[in-house]
């Protein structure tokens, strides 16, 4: 189970990767096409619905061209 504080983290993480793929004008489908990971996973994502791996932070990253420690640059709790 994921804790209270984590939530908010993730959600946090969320919206960073939203904020990056909306920056780069890509569209849910077209990141998941970049980056192999379905599109109802990546709203998940961003909506900060469920945890992710670090292999998904590194996809998620070359998809959207950029270093997977700027696609985690945001303020945790």
Known sequence: MIRQSDK????KLGSNIKRLREA???SLRELSY??????SKISKIEKGQINITFTTILQLAKALEISPSELLMTEYD
């Open 8 to 11: 908010g983290n993730l959600k």
């Open 34 to 39: 970049a980056c192999d990971i379905d599109n």
């Open 24 to 26: 780069k004008k890509l």
